[in-house]
């Protein structure tokens, strides 16, 4: 049986089972390869623990968002905001319209962090990008993207370079095959952990910042983290 996925009390979204199916059929207007792709995403990483470390409405925006897989799952939270999707690579963003429509409150657009109007947004979400990002263009890229919060803002980042050291390996050997294969678009190849994403959002100035192990039961060294924007 389907069950939907829902908010917490604290208003953090939450995921249920049945996901998956919903996905498949979600992204029927893809091609198969296409809908594979995102089925693998999907279960390949933990979404359930990146979507409950986000707010279930305000004006969120999604740095690199990739074929629209988090998009899809907030719609399925019943996040109550506005959503804007940016990725630099246009086929992302064509596929991620192709089987999302855009309205008013949720849109994709080719660009990358500097794309995003400064102050504009309560929460910024960075799933699985800094590998691709250049090691000493990272607290650049960070900085940038948080100056796209608001005062008080949300940053929340996944990254995939942390944990055992057998998942390291296994991550670095994963991406890249990814851009060697030109499956994913970037201009370096780097793992990060979540050690260095919390001193790029210090180094960004942002506050309470939070790392949590998140690749339990997966074969990734996930590591998410929380910051928020000082409040003015
Ligand atoms: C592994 S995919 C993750 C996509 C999506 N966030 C998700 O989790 O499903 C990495 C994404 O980062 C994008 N990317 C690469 N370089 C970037 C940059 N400098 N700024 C923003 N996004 C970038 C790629 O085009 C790709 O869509």
Same mark, same amino acid.
């Given at each position: 049986m389907e069950r939907h996925i829902g908010t917490t009390a604290e208003g953090l979204l939450a995921l249920g089972s049945g996901e998956s199916a919903a996905l498949w059929k979600a992204a029927a207007a893809l091609t198969l390869p296409e809908r594979a792709h995102l089925a693998l995403r999907f279960r390949s990483a933990p979404w359930t623990k990146v979507l409950g470390a986000l707010e279930s409405g305000g004006a969120l925006v999604d740095f690199g968002?990739?074929?629209?897989l988090l998009a899809h799952l907030l719609s399925r939270a019943g996040f109550s905001g506005t959503y804007l999707g940016l990725d630099p690579d246009p086929r992302k963003i064509d596929r991620a319209r192709r089987w999302l429509p855009e309205t008013a409150a949720r849109r994709f657009q080719v660009g990358e962090v500097d794309a995003a109007p400064p102050g504009a947004f309560s929460q910024a979400a960075l799933i699985d990008?800094?590998?691709?990002?250049?090691p000493g263009e990272r607290a650049g890229f960070v900085s940038r993207a948080a100056r796209a919060l608001s005062p008080g803002g949300r940053f929340v980042a996944l990254t995939? /370079?942390? @944990?055992p050291r057998w998942k390291r390996r296994l991550d670095a050997a994963q991406e890249r095959l990814a851009v060697g294969l030109g499956i994913t678009r970037g201009a370096a190849m780097a793992t990060c952990d979540g050690g260095e994403v919390a001193d790029l959002l210090i180094r960004a100035g942002l506050l309470g910042v939070g790392i949590v192990d998140? /690749?339990? @039961?997966?074969?990734h060294g996930f590591e998410l983290a929380t910051a928020r924007r000082p409040s003015a």
């Open positions: 968002c990739g074929p629209g990008v800094l590998y691709l990002v250049p995939s /370079g942390g @944990g998140v /690749g339990r @039961g997966t074969l």
